[in-house]
């Protein structure tokens, strides 16, 4: 594994499938697919070169074990237009700032997805499990 894959999210694949995917009125439904297959993508790509997440230490209990793996979400997709020379930096703070008052509207999760109840029900409903 070459050095720094371990770390990596934005393999060339993945951005030469975001140039070839993006346009700039793309809806939300279809920026959350484009997610979606960006990381289907990523992780097909993690598995075939066997790159594993590095392994890490609990903070709580002091168990080392595999980290999680890498998730793209919608605003990384968006900061990647802006990163790899897709799109106009004032293109992308409007798109960041209109996925925002989106997600809050639907309540979706950084990923798109419809989230379950609020952040006080997600943080009690947290289990630390290994």
């Known amino acids: 594994m070459p050095p720094g894959d371990r770390s990596r999210t934005w393999f060339p694949e993945l951005v030469t499938d975001l140039r070839a995917a993006w346009h700039a009125d793309l809806p939300w439904e279809a ?24 392994r890490i230490r609990c903070f709580h209990c002091g168990h080392v074990g595999p980290g999680a793996p890498p998730v793209l979400t919608v605003r990384a997709v968006l900061l990647a237009l802006r990163r790899f020379d ?14 925002k008052k989106h997600r809050a509207l639907l309540q979706l999760d950084g990923r798109g997805e419809q989230s379950s109840g609020t952040a006080a ?10």
């Open 31 to 54: 920026v959350i697919e484009l997610r979606r297959q960006l990381q289907t993508r990523l992780d097909g790509i993690l598995k075939a070169r066997g790159i594993t997440p590095a």
């Open 121 to 130: 029900e997600r943080a009690a409903a947290h289990t630390h499990v290994h």
């Open 86 to 99: 897709i799109e106009s930096e004032a293109t992308v703070r409007t798109l960041d700032k209109a996925w």
